[in-house]
């Protein structure tokens, strides 16, 4: 088992950053790719950005590139989200995700095992 929690969130303007955290502990993070997600009431669940287990590889979906930054430190069993320029459109729960492989993933369905959430607001 892999236990995963979050923290950083919060209410910021639009413009404005905040950094995301996820530490896991249960397992070897350096097994796992990690990735974040995030959900707004009414909306399905969608993929942010996911690292592979090295931290070698990244991928975020387009809404998102060149504002928000996914990195992790195995050291530290954590891994982080970065986000600037943030727009009300942004705002959601945040959650990360781990799966066990050398991949990575973009799918909520393939991973195994979520944290539960923070939530990210931004103002107008």
């Known amino acids: 088992q892999v236990q995963l929690v979050e923290s950083g969130g919060g209410l910021v303007q639009a413009g404005g950053s905040l950094r995301l955290s996820c530490v896991a502990s249960?397992?070897?993070?350096?097994?796992?790719?990690m990735g974040w997600f995030r959900q707004a009431p009414g909306k399905e669940r969608e993929f942010v950005a996911t690292?592979?287990?090295?931290?070698?590889?990244?991928y975020y979906t387009d809404s998102v590139k060149g504002r928000f930054t996914i990195s992790r430190d195995n050291a530290k069993n954590t891994v982080y989200l970065q986000m600037s320029s943030l727009k009300p459109e942004d705002t959601a729960v945040y959650y990360c995700a781990a799966v066990q492989s050398s991949s990575y993933y973009l799918r909520p369905l393939q991973y195994d095992y979520w944290g539960q959430g923070t939530q990210v607001t931004v103002s107008s």
């Open positions: 249960g397992r070897t993070f350096s097994n796992y790719a």
């Open positions: 690292i592979s287990r090295n931290g070698g590889t990244t």
